[in-house]
């Protein structure tokens, strides 16, 4: 996720930034425990430009690149409703349709320990002003 050249709308955090601005309800299926990792784009440079340093050597090793922890949807989502309201946009009303089952696996956090030990990394930006930022970006 993040403010970059080629911003996506139209996945989950873009939809859901564009959706706060347009005052629409945010859409979450199932009761809004799943987990998953977010990574910002600037950390994933930052740990590409890190392996490139290390050219040849670990090249042919494999590195998972994540934030370091995961956050729910139902968190995510109160963060998001959090900056709006900071930011003066308008109030984020949720949609629950616990009827339709979400797609993707219900937890997934990346182990960045090889990553951290082998090339030094760690992902430095934190999800709140990455998540403002998003929003932010949105209006311009």
Known sequence: YGVSLFMRWNELIGKFVRMIHEGQPLPLFGDGTQR???????????????????????WNETYNVGGGGSISLNELVGRLAQIAMELDLPPVEVERRLEVAP???????LDITRARKRLGWMPRQALQEGLKEYLQAYAQ
């Not at 977010?38 to 392996?51: F, K």
């Not at 797609?103 to 956090?109: I, R």
């Open 103 to 109: 797609t993707g696996p219900s937890y997934l956090e």
């Open 36 to 58: 998953f990792d977010l990574l910002h784009v600037r950390d994933a440079a930052q740990c590409v430009a890190r392996l490139l340093k290390i050219y040849p050597e670990g």
